[in-house]
T-cell receptor
Framework: GAVVSQHPSRVICKSGTSVKIECRSL??????MFWYRQFPKQSLMLMAT?????????EQGVEKDKFLINHASLTLSTLTVTSAHPEDSSFYIC??????????FGSGTRLTVV | LAKTTQPISMDSYEGQEVNITCSHN???????ITWYQQFPSQGPRFIIQ???TKVTNEVASLFIPADRKSSTLSLPRVSLSDTAVYYC??????????????FGRGTSLIVHP
């Protein structure tokens, strides 16, 4: 079946540094990937949609210069949290949609900014 | 995008059948209904998807009435490991489609011994 691999599963970084999260589709090509953020006891909130070879589309209120998304190939999308601050601490989840397939989610990345 | 409404929480006991209903009054003709399960600190996991009537797989059943304005996820004989948050999503996602998976609040199911 369709598998999405997300790394790292958890990361701790210092305030002001940048963190990159990778999302890979292992056995299918993902033309579109989605990035979500989830705070404790809350639902998944869509941050942005990334399409292979083009710029990401960000949801209202999400800073595109802070959350850099790159979808350079049909199997890899990356989310870079730049100049991270404690309020960016959250659970980040990616999802991929391949041609003719439904949606598969990564296992998530727990980001803690100290 | 069809908005969904689910109960915030439900409690059950091991061995019981659990039914979680989702309302989606403005579902479109091309929309499918998909249910996901999420455990703490994990990504959502696909459970079942349907368009109309009844769909059954090895883990759950999905009942959809003729007007398709609601759907019911049925989990037979739940166990403690079924404690999770369950999300109902509506959109044209059966075979790719063009919709964006958007999550509502979900239903937190707690299964007691």
């Amino acid at each position: 079946g369709a598998v999405v691999s997300q790394h790292p599963s958890r990361v701790i970084c210092k305030s002001g540094t940048s963190v990159k999260i990778e999302c890979r589709s292992l056995d299918f090509q993902a033309t579109t990937m989605f990035w979500y953020r989830q705070f404790p006891k809350q639902s998944l909130m869509l941050m942005a949609t990334s399409n292979e070879g083009s710029k990401a589309t960000y949801e209202q209120g999400v800073e595109k210069d802070k959350f850099l998304i790159n979808h350079a190939s049909l199997t890899l999308s990356t989310l870079t949290v730049t100049s991270a601050h404690p309020e960016d601490s959250s659970f980040y989840i990616c999802s991929a949609r391949g041609t003719g397939r439904g949606y598969t989610f990564g296992s998530g990345t727990r980001l803690t900014v100290v | 995008l069809a908005k969904t409404t689910q109960p915030i929480s439900m409690d059950s006991y091991e061995g019981q059948e659990v039914n979680i209903t989702c309302s989606h009054n403005n579902i479109a003709t091309n929309d499918y209904i998909t249910w996901y399960q999420q455990f703490p600190s994990q990504g959502p996991r696909f459970i079942i998807q349907g368009y109309k009537t009844k769909v059954t797989n090895e883990v759950a059943s999905l009942f959809i009435p003729a007007d398709r304005k609601s759907s019911t996820l049925s989990l037979p004989r739940v166990s403690l490991s079924d404690t999770a948050v369950y999300y109902c999503l509506v959109g044209d996602g059966a075979s790719g489609g063009s919709y964006i998976p958007t999550f509502g609040r979900g239903t937190s199911l707690i299964v007691h011994p």
